[in-house]
């Protein structure tokens, strides 16, 4: 593996990590973010939507431009978006 390699999924864990400790910090923010994904579900935007409404009414941050998120935003949102699919295919 190149170093440049490690150094990036280096920075991608230290990203995950910082931002898994703001969905921890702050009680009910996990639910929110749940909650504010199975609404946009669907939209052919839902990952933006989903950013736009996190970063208006959590603690998070998450860039409104798709190209300025870390990995670490980009992973999460598409977790979000794995979990509501998941929960949909239970019923």
């Not at 190149?2 to 996990?30: C, D, M, N, V, W």
């Amino acid at each position: 593996m190149s170093s440049s390699s490690e150094i990036s999924k280096a920075r991608a864990l230290t990203e995950l990590r910082q931002f898994l400790k703001k969905l921890l910090l702050e009680p009910g923010t996990l639910e929110k973010t749940l909650e504010i994904a199975q609404r946009h579900y669907g939209d052919h935007k839902m990952m933006d939507k989903v950013a736009d409404d996190i970063t208006s009414e959590t603690l998070i941050k998450i860039p409104e431009a798709p190209e300025e998120r870390t990995e670490a935003d980009k992973l999460f949102l598409e977790l979000l978006k794995e979990v509501i699919e998941d929960s949909k295919a239970l019923y």
